[in-house]
């Protein structure tokens, strides 16, 4: 499953990328989200091998998402964006895995970034991959990046919610976790994600407005415990002060807002004590933040 939204010159890359697998798909289905460039052309040479559906109003990620899932006849859905590509072994490896852990309803790969937005990082999601506690887990971060899904769990929890335009893979996660979910990963780095200027993530301050009120939806979900509320109480207002520390960084935040980030919920002393001073002293607050590099 493939969606897009004007990356109509990365398509017949991402495409190609499917048709190398070395387990072939049972479908390909393209979901064009009203893009305004040429996809028709981008998709021309694959027609007789792909499914094209095209929203005629833009959605964004999960009303595109959500169209290919219910345009798709699999039991199991491998996700890619429609400016990325997939190592030649992705899909057999993630079939492999279902095939044998029939207890798993999400299941993932490492990645590789490309493009030139990247940058070299040692972080892998292999070392920071949640075994155990995985309900817990999601409520603090998404650690599912493009993953496959068994295409009935993720409909029965609803889809994804269409009136987020970030984050939607988040929140629905949280749904499927809480109805009893579980996620696998293939350590190896199977996802090829490109960096660069166009992508939605490429603009830190959208970004990160939307991650905060993807945690505040997940607060508001009536399926939490009394332990799952603490741990996205704690969420909510780690991402409320990262939004809020970027805002301060660019001259945006009032001091008003340090107070309601104050009020967010659960915070370290050292956080606490920056918005405290940004309440009072902005401009030193600032200096400090800008100094620590934003944490």
């Known amino acids: 499953m493939i969606t897009a939204h004007n990356v109509a010159p990365y398509l017949p890359a991402a495409l190609e990328s499917v048709f190398r697998q070395t387990r072939k798909p049972d479908e390909v289905v393209v979901c064009d989200d009203a893009s305004e460039d040429d996809v028709a052309a981008a998709v021309a040479p694959y027609e007789d091998r792909i499914r ?44 492999w895995l279902a095939e044998r852990r029939a207890d798993l309803h999400l299941m993932t790969t490492t990645w590789e970034d490309f493009g030139p937005g990247a940058g070299g990082s040692d972080w892998s999601l292999g070392d920071h991959f949640p075994v155990d506690g995985q309900r817990a887990e999601i409520l603090r971060w998404n650690f599912l990046p493009a993953p496959a899904i068994l295409r009935r769990p993720f409909l029965d929890a609803g889809g994804f919610d269409e009136a987020l335009r970030y984050g939607p893979d988040w929140e629905c996660y949280v749904r499927m976790f809480l109805r009893g979910a579980a996620a696998g990963l293939v350590p190896l780095p199977l996802y090829r994600y490109r960096r660069w200027g166009g992508q939605q993530t490429a603009d830190t301050r959208r970004v990160l407005a939307g991650r905060e009120r993807v945690a505040e939806m ?75 590099g934003g944490g």
């Open 218 to 292: 997940i607060l508001a979900n009536p399926g939490l415990d009394e332990h799952d509320r603490a741990i996205a109480a704690s969420s909510l207002a780690d991402v409320a002060f990262a939004h809020w520390a970027w805002r301060l960084q660019h001259g945006h935040a009032r001091p008003a807002e340090a107070r309601e980030v104050l009020g967010r919920g659960s915070l370290s002393s050292r956080r606490r004590a920056v918005l405290h001073l940004a309440a009072r002293w902005p401009s030193l607050a600032r200096r400090l933040v800008v100094r620590q």
């Open 52 to 95: 094209l559906v095209r929203r005629p109003v833009q959605g964004g990620e999960g009303a595109a998402k959500n169209t290919a899932i219910q345009a798709s006849r699999s039991d199991l859905v491998v996700i890619l964006d429609g400016d990325d590509e997939m190592a030649p072994e992705r899909v057999e490896a993630l079939a």
